[in-house]
Structures are given as C-alpha cells and as structure tokens.
C-alpha cells in the first residue's frame, strides 16, 4: 500500500535523528521518500485494463511548483555491461530508446494537462557507477550516489534535472525494493541547489512484484518492467517534485493512481509478451512497451491522449 503523507514525515524525523549521529552527508531529503508501490495484482498473461472513469478521490493542486521541461539523467549503478540476463547494453538501449519516444509522445501528453507542465523533458546525460555503495543500497546510500556523482562533476549541478539510479540486478534497495516499492523519488540539497532524483530498482530481481509479466516486449522482461516505473517516477516528479504539488487526500501522486492498468487494447509480441504503446526510436524504427497510463489533470487515467484513450 501506499505510505500516507503523515507516515512519511515520521519516517523522515526519526532518519533525521539517526543522521546527526552520521557523519556529514552533502544531500538532505531521503527518507521522505513517495513510493511506487508493488504490483498488487500479478497474473502473468493478464495485464489488467483498469477502470475507465474518474479515479477518486480526485487529485489536486496544494500551490507548490511542477517542472515544466525538466532534464533526465541517468545512473548507471552497478555492473550493466553483463553479456547476458537484463543487466547488458542492449538493456541500457531499452531505456535510452523508451525516453527517446517518451518526449512529446501521445501518451505523455497526459501531462501536459497539469497547468505548466509540458509533455517534454530533455535527457542530460548519463554516468555509470561501478558499485560505489556496495549491493545493499539505503535511501541514504543512494542519495550518496547522487550527490557524489554531482561532486565529482560526472554530472552537472541542476536544480531543473531529475537524476534516476538504475541499479542491475544484483543490487538491493534495503528499505523495500521488491517487497514495498519498485521505485520512489524525493528531493534533496545538493550545494545550495534543490535536486530531485529517483530510485528504479531492476524489476529482474523479483518480475512478479515488478513487473506485469515474465516476458517483455524488446525481450528483456526486467528493464522492459523498469520503464513503465521510470514513466511513472518521471511523471510524479514533474508535478510533484517537492512533494508539495500535485496529489490526493490519501496523499498518491498522479502515477500512483493508474499504477498496474495499462488500458482497454493490448497487443501482443509474437514472443507472447503484451504491450500498449508502441514509440519511435532514435533510428528511425519503434519499440513496444507495456508502460502504465498515465493520470491527467482531471483524474482520468490515459493511455493517449490524442485518442483519449483510456
Ligand atoms: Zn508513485
């Protein structure tokens, strides 16, 4: 289930209070972490649709502020240069094509409904971390990988960015990767600038909590289950980056309300993997994805836009 706002914030004094005894860290912010909770309803070869009205309690607006084009950048952590399983380079190429097709796709549009939000973001650059925290990760830890990667200049310092670790699928995520969540995103301070970034653990790790299926369509079932939870977080950053934005009274961002339902029409892969969208790639070709809808303004849960359809 979803942590309420109010649980959040205890989780978040009490790590406060263990930090003071900590040694200094560069970033503030984790735990106060907002969860992409655990597919709750995994039936391989069953994707469900999900209700085609108004989801309620309806989101709303509490006055804090969106990214209107944030720049995404990516993590590599662990080891993705494996010649076989999710963790490859053909994998990274999943994610790279996916954000590709995102920007500006019909499906993204969604977001666009939010009052400055635009349906477009840029990708900022990427950075491989070669296990710098270890295999059994801690919010702090990744915030850690975070703020190091900025210090070190791998990354650039921007407030406007949205920083995703993407960790292979040796590494953990203590706090409840696979059991709780299969992502999250918060904010932090990193020298003086607000940076938003995200937590997307490897779905290969456990498909049935993370993934709609044991199969996916680029063949990769793990990194093909990560992009809908990188849709997700991306989508929640953008109208809710400081956690003050955009959600409901049960305190679930836009993302968390469409979460596992991927809408009336699904294709199938010759493979026997389902998907619902198919987008363009950098080489002129498409990929399938089975990506969660996407909440708009109104409460209403897309898988286009331009079609409104639900
Ligand atoms: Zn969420």
């Known amino acids: 289930m979803q942590t ?18 900590a040694q200094p860290v560069e970033i503030g912010g984790p735990p106060n972490i907002i969860f992409h909770r655990t ?18 309690p309806a989101i709303t607006y509490h006055g804090g ?10 993590i590599w952590y662990g080891n993705w240069n494996q010649s076989n399983g999710s963790d490859t380079p053909a994998g990274q190429k999943i994610v790279t094509d996916f954000l590709f097709g995102l920007k500006g796709s019909p499906y993204y549009a969604t977001n666009a409904s939010y009052s400055g939000v635009s349906a477009n973001f840029t990708v900022g650059g990427a950075y491989a971390d070669n296990y ?4 059994n990760l801690t919010d702090r830890k990744v915030a850690s990988i975070v703020s190091n990667a900025i210090g070190a200049g791998k990354l650039p310092k921007d407030g406007n960015g949205i920083y995703f670790v993407l960790t292979s699928s040796d590494v953990n995520e203590t706090s409840g990767f696979c059991t709780r969540y299969c992502g999250w995103h918060t904010y932090g301070t990193v020298a003086g ?7 997307v653990g490897n779905a290969n790790r456990c498909l049935n909590a993370c993934s709609m299926q044991t199969t996916g369509p680029n063949g990769n079932a793990g990194v093909d289950g990560m992009v809908s939870v990188i849709a997700h977080e991306l989508e929640e950053t953008q109208t809710d980056p400081n956690l003050n934005a955009w959600y409901d ?18 294709s199938q892969t ?25 909440l708009d303004a109104n409460s209403l849960c897309y898988v286009n836009y331009v079609t409104k359809a639900q």
């Not at 502020?65 to 990516?74: D, E, H």
């Not at 600038?193 to 937590?199: C, D, E, G, L, R």
């Not at 026997?272 to 969208?277: D, K």
């Not at 002129?284 to 809808?293: E, V, Y």
Request: hydrophobic content about 40%; some cysteine; glycine content about 12%.
């Open 39 to 56: 597919n709750p309803h995994f039936e391989a070869g069953n994707p469900p649709a999900g209700s085609a009205g108004v989801i309620t």
């Open 193 to 199: 600038t607000n940076i938003k970034y995200s937590f």
């Open 4 to 21: 309420s706002k109010g649980m959040l914030v205890a989780i978040a004094l009490s790590a406060l209070a263990c930090n003071a005894l």
């Open 270 to 294: 010759s493979g026997g993997a389902f998907y619902n969208m198919t987008l363009a790639t950098p080489a002129g070709g498409t990929r399938p994805f089975l990506i969660q809808r996407e």
């Open 132 to 135: 710098s925290q270890g295999v």
């Open 65 to 74: 502020p969106i990214m209107a084009t944030p720049a995404a950048y990516l």
């Open 249 to 266: 009274s049960s305190g679930y961002e836009n993302a968390d309300k469409c979460a596992w339902t991927f809408g009336q029409s699904l």
